[in-house]
């Protein structure tokens, strides 16, 4: 059964402090990775992640996929209060539809 | 663009109850998804339609949920009876057609509908 597994399941932090959040997988026919950031509402995306070793940039968070260990990893440095959020990691497998499956969520509290 | 419509946007019932949840997708795309939103579970996948069409609904719970999608631009939600364990966020999201090269699948959520079952 595909599955991917978050952890931590929460974090809190302090203004200014690094945090990296992990994420693993199985699944059949692996195609990409996602991660999603959820704060009040919907979630919204951060990064498809499809090839091994390539780190995924954007403002203050990274990410980096590892095909051959089955995970991933997002990155936060300099946190801020806004980076408070649900952090989802998603993955797609190989095939003609766009099926994904979400791990639980990691909750993100950065305090000031 | 509005992007992904969802209505209501909070819905509290009583046990035993019919639910219609309502989600219009953003136009143009040709995939739909329900999930349920739990502390417990996190994020499921109910059922999904390609071209309106259900492709996987392994996701739904037992037989008082219900999911269609008479046309590209309109879906529904129906749980019927309700039960408090029912109770959840429901989101829909859709995407675009799958770039077969790329697998593009960014998904577009809509705020949700939070479901109270007393």
């Known amino acids: 059964e595909d599955k991917v597994v978050q952890s931590p399941l929460s974090l809190v932090v302090h203004e200014g402090d690094t945090v990296t959040l992990n994420c693993s997988y199985e699944?059949?026919?692996?195609?990409?990775l996602l991660w999603y950031k959820q704060e009040k509402k919907a979630p919204t995306f951060l990064f498809m992640l499809t090839s091994s070793g390539i780190e995924k940039k954007s403002g203050r968070l990274s990410s980096i996929l590892d095909k051959k260990e089955l995970f991933s990893i997002l990155n936060i440095t300099a946190t801020q209060t806004g980076d408070s959020a649900i952090y989802l990691c998603a993955v797609e497998g190989l095939g003609a539809t766009n099926k994904l499956i979400f791990g639980t969520g990691t909750l993100l509290a950065v305090q000031p | 663009d509005a992007g992904v419509i969802q209505s209501p946007r909070h819905e509290v019932t009583e046990m035993g109850q019919e639910v219609t949840l309502r989600c219009k997708p953003i136009?143009?795309?040709?995939?739909l998804f329900w999930y349920r939103q739990t502390m417990m579970r996190g994020l499921e996948l109910l059922i999904y339609f390609n071209n309106n069409v259900p492709i996987d609904d392994s996701g739904m719970p037992e037989d008082r949920f219900s999911a269609k999608m008479p046309n590209a631009s309109f879906s529904t939600l129906k749980i019927q009876p309700s039960e408090p364990r029912d109770s959840a966020v429901y989101f829909c999201a859709s995407s675009p057609a799958k770039n077969r090269d790329r697998g593009y699948n960014e998904q577009f959520f809509g705020p949700g509908t939070r479901l109270t079952v007393l």
């Open positions: 699944v059949t026919n692996f195609r990409s």
């Open positions: 136009s143009g795309h040709n995939s």
